[in-house]
């Protein structure tokens, strides 16, 4: 059995990483937890400005290079636009995080149809770049990984009692698309492990902006084992490990970093 320390498999150095959302609350720290193991990122945003701020702002290590493209997982001539330009500006892709998402707060009560599938549209966009990716990667004969974001909310139902009275339901429309994601990142691991390219999915649990009620969180810190609330660093482990070597023999899983949420 090779020798390889656990820093060469968590290292990324020379590893192109595409990630999509990056200027988010949460793709902003998945964003620099891949150029802190040393790829070299492009930031993918359907606003060109975010995009390139958010470039700007990632480490560099051993001579890594970041760049930014402008993708819009809603339009498939975008996302073809997007993905070829961040091949022709990096060289390559051999790592795509799928976490750009285009949100409606409508709940179950007042979505509308077209609003329901806006947001189920973020699914197809994932499952095109992904296609894309993949012959990106078996055109090249090489090896690559997808880690699409999925959520708590996609293998459990929210709190009823820990939104009332203060906002909207947690949306519905939300669940069906992150139950959806968790499920196609298993089928399309199974077809895609013979070329290899590895699938897997990682999900959230609460870990509210800055922009959300105070209120409603300490509502859902009630509802978490640990009595608080997810911080954005606290993902950036878990996605290396799906995303590096480290990770090399795992494939079509859902890694969930809820503080024990969905234990309960």
Same mark, same amino acid.
């Given at each position: 059995?090779?020798?390889?320390?656990?820093?060469?498999?968590?290292?990324?150095?020379?590893?192109?990483?595409?990630?999509?959302?990056?200027?988010?609350?949460?793709?902003?720290?998945?964003?620099?937890?891949?150029?802190?193991?040393?790829?070299?990122?492009?930031?993918?945003?359907?606003?060109?400005?975010?995009?390139?701020?958010?470039?700007?702002?990632?480490?560099?290590?051993?001579?890594?290079?970041?760049?930014? #493209?402008?993708?819009?997982? !809603?339009?498939?001539?975008? /996302?073809?636009?997007?993905?070829?330009? @961040? *091949?022709?500006? +990096?060289?390559?892709?051999?790592?795509?995080?799928?976490?750009?998402?285009?949100?409606?707060?409508?709940?179950?009560?007042?979505?509308?149809?077209?609003?329901?599938?806006?947001?189920?549209?973020?699914?197809?966009?994932?499952?095109?770049?992904?296609?894309?990716?993949?012959?990106?990667?078996?055109?090249?004969?090489?090896?690559?990984?997808?880690?699409?974001?999925?959520?708590?909310?996609?293998?459990?139902?929210?709190?009823?009692?820990?939104?009332?009275?203060?906002?909207?339901?947690?949306? #519905?429309?939300?669940?069906? !698309?992150?139950?959806?994601? /968790?499920?196609?990142?298993?089928?399309? @691991? *199974?077809?895609? +492990?013979?070329?290899?390219?590895?699938?897997?999915?990682?999900?959230?649990?609460?870990?509210?902006?800055?922009?959300?009620?105070?209120?409603?969180?300490?509502?859902?810190?009630?509802?978490?084992?640990?009595?608080?609330?997810?911080?954005?660093?606290?993902?950036?482990?878990?996605?290396?490990?799906?995303?590096?070597?480290?990770?090399?023999?795992?494939?079509?899983?859902?890694?969930?970093?809820?503080?024990?949420?969905?234990?309960?």
């Amino acid at each position: 059995m090779d020798d390889v320390s656990i820093q060469q498999l968590f290292d990324l150095t020379g590893r192109v990483a595409l990630i999509t959302g990056a200027s988010g609350w949460l793709g902003n720290a998945m964003a620099t937890a891949l150029a802190e193991a040393g790829a070299n990122v492009v930031v993918a945003s359907r606003d060109a400005t975010k995009a390139d701020e958010t470039r700007a702002t990632l480490p560099t290590h051993k001579g890594s290079r970041h760049h930014f #493209v402008v993708l819009d997982q !809603l339009d498939e001539a975008s /996302i073809c636009r997007g993905f070829e330009d @961040a *091949v022709t500006k +990096a060289g390559r892709v051999d790592i795509l995080i799928n976490n750009g998402h285009a949100a409606d707060g409508h709940d179950l009560t007042d979505v509308a149809a077209d609003q329901f599938q806006q947001v189920l549209a973020n699914a197809t966009g994932w499952f095109l770049l992904s296609r894309q990716f993949h012959g990106h990667v078996v055109h090249r004969s090489a090896s690559g990984c997808i880690v699409n974001i999925g959520s708590m909310y996609g293998q459990v139902g929210s709190y009823p009692d820990a939104y009332e009275g203060i906002c909207a339901a947690s949306p #519905v429309s939300y669940h069906t !698309l992150k139950g959806g994601v /968790i499920h196609m990142t298993r089928h399309l @691991a *199974v077809y895609w +492990a013979k070329d290899k390219v590895r699938v897997n999915c990682l999900s959230p649990g609460p870990f509210p902006g800055p922009g959300v009620s105070q209120a409603l969180v300490e509502r859902l810190k009630a509802k978490s084992p640990m009595g608080r609330m997810g911080l954005p660093h606290e993902l950036k482990g878990a996605l290396l490990l799906l995303a590096s070597d480290a990770g090399s023999y795992i494939t079509g899983q859902n890694l969930t970093v809820d503080g024990g949420w969905t234990a309960w």
